[in-house]
């Protein structure tokens, strides 16, 4: 079992900057692939950006190409989304997942309670 702990979260104005954490429990932390998902009021889930276990398999959504990069220490059982240029369409509750595997797209089997990221305009 893997637990995922969120922090990070808050109010910012537009144009600025957010990092959001995630830690998570357990030795198995380097063989899991992560993701961060998000979801505003009255919208789907969306998957924004994700990491493979070797680091060697990104994806971002198309909307935060150029503003968010996900990153992960492995040392730290943590990972990272470092979001940039905020707009207050980034707005909504952000979630950390985990998956077993390589692949970054798929079902994800682990989730943390979510933080929410409110962006001012």
């Known amino acids: 079992q893997v637990q995922l702990v969120e922090s990070g979260g808050g109010l910012v104005q537009a144009g600025g900057s957010l990092r959001l954490s995630c830690a998570a429990s357990?030795?198995?932390?380097?063989?899991?692939?992560m993701g961060w998902f998000r979801q505003a009021p009255g919208k789907e889930r969306e998957f924004v950006a994700g990491?493979?276990?070797?680091?060697?398999?990104?994806y971002y959504v198309d909307s935060g190409k150029g503003r968010f990069t996900i990153s992960r220490d492995n040392a730290k059982n943590t990972v990272y989304l470092q979001m940039n240029s905020l707009k207050s369409e980034d707005t909504a509750v952000y979630y950390c997942?985990?998956?077993?595997?390589?692949?970054?797209?798929?079902?994800?089997?682990?989730w943390g309670q979510g933080t929410q990221v409110t962006v001012s305009s």
């Open positions: 997942a985990a998956r077993w595997g390589d692949l970054v797209k798929g079902a994800y089997d682990y």
């Open positions: 357990g030795s198995t932390f380097s063989s899991l692939t």
């Open positions: 990491r493979n276990w070797s680091g060697r398999s990104t």
